[in-house]
């Protein structure tokens, strides 16, 4: 009876890591590693090292260490996206709460990921690959704070003004710049429990011209 467990054992063939599996090591070690140092000081045998796995069968799941920084930026817009969509829509209700709600919700995820948002940004003018998925995400933000500066202009709850092309521009490109230097600890920067609000502040007045723009879903009386 007591030998019963260990013959069951060694007629079992043991478990192998799928390919999911390993290319999840791939990069998680990519990502502890950008936590450490600069993907130029990162090598491939670093990296396959690291997941446990061989230099050739690295090459299986990925053609350079630049592609696995390209899957590691994919799945935190990825992720980042998919929180954004699990905000509640106040913006009729409570444009304030919105706006920051979706701000905190950036700042959380790639706060969450910051050595992988700075790499990108390092390596994003000389790789292209980096640069064209990072152009993608910029114009794709830009269409949708675009589309609800111009539903709130037309609900009469933000003021005519700037282009709302224009300033959804300014204000998605502003948040980039200054989550960046929040997470480089540049000089000077805002601090990081002030970021949220220094943004969602500006948001407000540049979207508003107030910071207590109206709440309630009706347009009101001009």
């Known amino acids: 009876m007591a030998s019963a467990p260990a013959r069951s054992v060694r007629g079992r063939r043991a478990s192998r890591p799928s390919g ?21 000081a990162i090598s491939i045998d670093d990296l396959a090292r690291g997941a ?10 990925f ?15 990825r992720e980042a996206d998919e929180a954004l969509a699990a905000v509640p829509d106040t913006l009729a ?11 905190a919700t950036y700042h959380r995820t790639f706060g969450a990921h910051a050595a992988v948002t700075l790499a990108c940004a390092e390596v994003r003018l000389s790789n292209a690959e980096v640069g064209a998925l990072w152009s993608r995400v910029m114009e794709s933000w830009t269409q949708a704070v675009t589309a609800a500066v111009e ?15 224009d300033l959804a521009i300014a204000l998605v490109s502003m948040n980039e710049r200054v989550l960046y230097s929040s ?20 948001w407000l007045n540049a979207i508003y011209q107030t910071t207590t723009p109206p709440t309630g879903s009706s347009r009101p009386d001009r």
């Open 93 to 103: 209700a409570d444009p304030s709460r919105f706006w920051r709600e979706c701000i």
């Open 20 to 40: 999911d599996d390993r290319e999840g090591a791939i990069l998680a070690t990519a990502e502890r590693l950008l936590g450490e140092r600069a993907l130029r």
């Open 151 to 165: 539903g709130e202009r037309e609900r009469g709850t933000a003021p005519a003004g700037l282009p709302a092309r």
């Open 63 to 77: 053609p350079s260490k630049d592609a696995v920084l390209l899957a590691l930026l994919d799945r935190v817009v």
């Open 52 to 61: 446990g796995i061989s230099r050739p069968t690295f090459y299986f799941y």
């Open 183 to 202: 997470f480089a600890h540049d000089v000077p920067t805002v601090d990081e429990r002030d970021v949220v609000d220094v943004l969602h502040t500006v």
